[in-house]
């Protein structure tokens, strides 16, 4: 069984959403742009209520920019 992690596809919603950038979306819900980077790149899950306000930016379900799975690699695009 392999290891089982949160995984997003923060990056590739941004840059569907007008090539928002990383800063951007930091503003837009209260985090450092730092935050943003390390999320993308799979090195810190957020907490509950953070999701929920990035999800709520994209103005998508949660379930639509997160998803729990086996790790392999990450979402690159």
């Not at 919603?13 to 209260?30: K, S």
């Not at 990035?54 to 790790?71: D, K, M, N, S, T």
Request: charged share 25%.
């Amino acid at each position: 069984m392999g290891k089982h992690v949160v995984g997003n596809h923060i990056r590739k919603l941004r840059f569907n959403r007008d090539e928002m950038t990383q800063q951007q979306l930091a503003d837009r819900v209260g985090v450092t742009r730092q935050t943003i980077v390390a999320l993308e790149k799979g090195n810190y899950s957020p907490s509950l209520e953070l999701a929920f306000r990035i999800a709520h930016a994209f103005r998508l379900p949660l379930e639509e920019v997160f998803y729990y799975g086996e790790e392999q690699g990450g979402d690159k695009g």
